[in-house]
């Protein structure tokens, strides 16, 4: 029979491997102002993302930065995508600000004259604000800004600008007023015609404090609550605390992962980041639970057996149903992280990494935890440590 509780040592050892590199990366992302360490996207810090692609495909990442440049949009970073595609990211406010609405004109006009236009957007923070045009002569006339544009992106539109539709780029829209508008028109006319537009999103700093905010809390609330009700559940507190310390260790090993990988491949943290670490704490604990259910059936069941042989026989008695579950997710993410879109890809992957992470602590990190834990109490207490009598009862 395997003793995973008489390893336990080793065990540890290897968590203090996966976990102290990503705690180092995750520490130095404050000392370093963001450039080593944890990458937020604009979901936390709050700018713009547009994604276009050029008629020209050989269009550099350089000249587009260049066109920013000039336009006094020196922060933009841009990224090319393996379909043609150029994310351009910028945390500059003054991209998302919507033009001043003209003042109404004082004299009369008719009732067709004038049109209110929403502009549509897609995004989280991205201000919504209508913009009256008056037109000087009193014939109704269709314009093109009586009803909001149609948009196949998220998000375009963003910051109150009015998008109209633009040759070649099918149902999605190219800004033609504002910032939007000048920098658009400026790109083209530098590079040629914009080809395609997928996203433009703009995010507020608000609405990204408010989000950072809220993630902090989900992730606080449902720690608390974990704890309470497996402290409850099983009459110990015991049991939730090292439930606890093992979901602390998954928490750590994906979001230091990620940290790690912001630091050499620019990989961002979004809001479904956050929706992936609340989604593996769940199954971290759910696991832990079905450990230490058999830890308390056992312990009726073996009274007077040392109570880490008892822990022992309940986590090989778990470990083969532990890891045909995990497996099956596995399997699953697996798929998805290789012919899924690129939108999902790192929420994927921070679920995959977050599933074995916690199959591991489930099995090799809360269980012996608790044995730790108990044979502290008892040597407190005076009384003789789990393992000891068993030795001397076999000679």
């Known amino acids: 029979m395997f003793d995973v509780i008489g390893k336990r ?18 520490l130095l992302t404050p000392v370093s102002g963001g450039s080593v360490g944890l990458q937020f996207s604009i979901d936390y810090t709050g700018g713009t993302t547009w994604e276009i692609r050029f008629k020209d495909r050989t269009v550099s990442a350089d000249q587009i930065k260049a066109v920013f440049a000039a336009h006094g949009i020196n922060d933009a970073e841009v990224l090319a995508t393996s379909d043609g595609y150029y994310e351009i990211q910028t945390k500059t406010a003054a991209l998302g600000t919507p033009p001043p609405i003209p003042a109404p004109s004082a004299s009369p006009t008719a009732s067709g004259a004038a049109s209110a236009s929403p502009a549509a957007s897609g ?4 201000s919504t604000q209508p913009s009256a045009s008056p037109s000087p002569t009193p014939v109704p006339s269709a314009s093109p800004s009586a009803s909001p544009a149609p948009s196949g992106s998220a998000g375009t539109g963003a910051g109150g600008l009015t998008p109209s539709p633009s040759p070649g780029l099918g149902n999605s829209t190219l800004p033609t007023t504002g910032k939007f508008g000048e920098i658009a028109a400026a790109l083209q006319a530098a590079l040629g015609p914009i080809d395609s537009q997928r996203t433009l999103t703009t995010v507020g700093p608000v609405i990204s404090q408010e ?8 992730v606080i609330l449902g720690s608390i609550g974990i704890l309470a009700w497996m402290t409850f559940r099983f009459r110990d507190v015991k049991f939730g605390a090292t439930a606890l310390v093992a979901l602390l260790h998954d928490v750590v090993v994906v979001v230091g992962t990620f940290a790690i990988l912001g ?20 199954f971290s604990v759910h696991d832990t639970i079905v450990v230490y259910d058999r830890i308390r059936e056992n312990k009726s069941r073996h009274a007077g057996e040392p109570f880490e042989q008892i822990v022992n026989h309940s986590v090989l008695q778990t470990f083969g149903r532990s890891i045909n579950t995990s497996l099956t997710v596995v399997v699953t993410l697996s ?19 977050g599933i074995v992470s916690g199959t591991y602590s489930s099995i090799f990190n809360a269980s012996p935890l608790l044995v730790v834990w108990q044979n502290w109490e008892d040597r407190r207490r005076g009384r003789q440590p789990a393992g000891r009598p068993a030795r001397r009862s076999a000679s």
């Open 211 to 218: 989000l950072t905010q809220q993630a902090i809390l989900l």
């Open 335 to 353: 798929a998805l992280l290789l012919f899924g879109g690129a939108s999902i890809r790192y929420f994927v992957l921070a679920l995959l990494i």
């Open 9 to 26: 040592r080793w065990f540890f050892a290897f968590s203090a491997l996966l976990t102290i590199p990503g705690l180092i990366f995750i």
């Open 263 to 282: 630091t050499f491949f620019r990989v961002e943290i979004d809001a479904l980041f956050v929706t992936a670490m609340l989604t593996v704490i769940g």
């Open 123 to 126: 995004s989280a923070g991205a």
